[in-house]
């Protein structure tokens, strides 16, 4: 069974960077390429959320409103990774972030399906903490 594996957390002062990246576990024949993919975040004592999603093809991207303007996310196809940058990062940015893979945009849509029962793959999680 494949895995996917988020990088790249850790801690950040308020106003700076964190890029995240998603990978396969290095599965035989896995080929993120082939995925929708979209990151989510748990912060403590609140429910799970969407951040942002892109597609497979890499042509849609959609983010959730309070990211706008901050995040993005972008795929390498050619390295089968999608990453995820953080930008002007502000306290309640602070979360486990998990990457989702699934063959199905519809399972993206408004990023209304947080659990990892929904996506055909999903990872660890990765924390971000973002403090002075």
């Known amino acids: 069974q494949p895995q996917l594996v988020e990088s790249g957390g850790g801690l950040a002062q308020p106003g700076g960077s964190l890029r995240l990246s998603c990978a396969s576990s290095?599965?035989?024949?896995?080929?993120?390429?082939?995925?929708?993919v979209g990151w989510f975040r748990q912060a403590p004592g609140k429910k799970r959320e969407g951040v942002a999603i892109?597609?497979?093809?890499?042509?849609?991207?959609e983010y959730e409103d309070s990211v706008k303007g901050r995040f993005t996310i972008s795929r390498d196809n050619d390295k089968n990774t999608v990453s995820l940058q953080m930008d002007r990062l502000v306290p309640d940015d602070t979360a486990v972030y998990y990457c989702?893979?699934?063959?199905?945009?519809?399972?993206?849509?408004?990023?209304?399906?947080?659990?990892?029962?929904?996506?055909?793959?999903w990872g660890q999680g990765i924390q971000v903490t973002v403090s002075s």
């Open positions: 290095g599965f035989i024949g896995f080929t993120l390429s082939q995925y929708n």
């Open positions: 892109i597609s497979a093809s890499g042509l849609t991207t």
């Open positions: 989702a893979a699934d063959t199905w945009w519809g399972k993206f849509a408004d990023m209304g399906r947080t659990s990892r029962q929904d996506y055909n793959f």
